[in-house]
């Protein structure tokens, strides 16, 4: 079985310049999240995904940062313009759905884009 | 609201001896808690999981964790450390609606040979 796929693994940017990451979840899971990991923390909920509509975006900076996922498949984050301090791994994860069974439920984490802002 | 607190940002054991990994948490529900590791520039894997059944928990590679309650404890234990257990550590908590995962701040395991 696929896992949950990321692209581009690193990225270099200078400081005010926009990027943007791509996750494709594995297939058959409706929900999708987008997590920042922050060097030496534990990483942090930006958005959360039910099919194509957004279920809490509390932590995500909107000035700055937008994600979507038109087709309630895959999904793009993107960050404009860039902050030194948006260096972090940035995760994606997705599982079936939010309840029920822990099988259900269970969160399948992708293997992140590591971005570095100079 | 809900939160985890790993007790130890570092822990550093020799080969073949016990770990322990400190994680307590803060709840106002009866919580679903989770282990998981990330070993460097690889994803996040769940050791093992807590979801209201049994509250000695068995995982992978070895590790065990204990739900406590009384002392909103959910350490992680391994008898026997081996070094391919160093990595980074992280307990979570998911939230009572929604299905969000609440990570600790991470424990780094070093294993000494």
């Known amino acids: 079985e696929a896992g949950v796929a990321q692209s581009p693994r690193y990225k270099i940017i200078e400081k005010r310049q926009s990027v943007a990451f791509w996750c494709n979840p594995i297939?058959?899971?409706?929900?999708l999240y987008w997590y920042q990991q922050i060097l030496g923390q534990g990483p942090k909920l930006l958005i959360q995904?039910?099919?194509?509509?957004?279920?809490?975006d509390s932590q995500l900076p909107k000035d700055r940062f937008s994600a979507e996922r038109l087709k309630g498949v895959d999904s793009t984050l993107k960050i404009q313009p860039a902050k030194l301090e948006d260096s972090a791994v940035y995760l994606c994860?997705?599982?079936?759905?939010?309840?029920?069974?822990?099988?259900?439920?269970?969160?399948?984490f992708g293997p992140g884009t590591r971005l570095t802002v100079t | 609201a809900q939160s985890v607190t790993q007790l130890d940002s570092h822990v550093s054991v020799s080969e073949g001896t016990p770990v322990l990994l400190r994680c307590n948490y803060s709840?106002?529900?009866?919580?679903?808690l989770f282990w998981y590791v990330q070993h460097p520039n690889k994803g996040l894997q769940l050791l093992l999981k807590y979801t209201s059944a049994a509250t000695l928990v068995k995982g992978i590679n070895g590790f065990e964790a204990e739900f406590k309650k009384s002392e909103t404890s959910f350490h992680l234990t391994k008898p026997s450390a081996h070094m391919s257990d160093a990595a980074e550590y992280f307990c979570?908590?998911?939230?009572?609606?929604?299905?969000?995962?609440?990570f600790g701040t991470g424990t780094s395991l070093t294993v000494i040979p």
């Open positions: 709840s106002s529900y009866s919580p679903s």
């Open positions: 995904f039910q099919n194509n509509g957004v279920v809490d």
């Open positions: 297939s058959g899971h409706a929900t």
């Open positions: 994860a997705s599982s079936f759905g939010t309840s029920g069974s822990f099988g259900y439920y269970e969160q399948y």
């Open positions: 979570v908590v998911r939230s009572e609606t929604g299905n969000q995962f609440y």
